[in-house]
Nanobody, 121 residues
Framework: QVQLVESGGGLVQAGGSLRLACAAS????????VGWFRQAPGKEREFVAA???????IYAGSVKGRFTISRDNTKNTVYLQMNSLKPEDTAVYYC???????????????WGQGTQVTVSS
């Protein structure tokens, strides 16, 4: 089993930055792919970014060039650096772990409780 806890969310003005962290306990992240998803009020949960065990990554087109996903396996932590934030980025952000890198939530086995990101205009 893997337990995931997100942190780093908050309120930021448009154009600002936040760094989210996903800390794992129990089993190590080292053999898992990790993804970030987000869900805004009234919208479906959407894929944001994912990183494989080897460090390969995938980004949603809406965040490519602005967000960077990374991982530190020695700390069992995955990060999502978010720059040039827009009001459209406002959502609850979730991290999740899967056996292999994927862009759909159904492929992920373990989920955190989420952290709120609010971007004001």
């Amino acid at each position: 089993q893997v337990q995931l806890v997100e942190s780093g969310g908050g309120l930021v003005q448009a154009g600002g930055s936040l760094r989210l962290a996903c800390a794992a306990s129990g089993r190590t992240f080292s053999n898992y792919a990790v993804g970030w998803f987000r869900q805004a009020p009234g919208k479906e949960r959407e894929f944001v970014a994912a990183i494989s065990w080897s460090g390969a990554n995938i980004y949603a087109g809406s965040v490519k060039g602005r967000f960077t996903i990374s991982r530190d396996n020695t700390k069992n932590t995955v990060y999502l650096q978010m720059n040039s934030l827009k009001p459209e980025d406002t959502a609850v952000y979730y991290c999740a772990a899967a056996s292999g890198i994927a862009t759909v939530s159904e492929e992920y086995d373990y989920w955190g409780q989420g952290t709120q990101v609010t971007v004001s205009s």
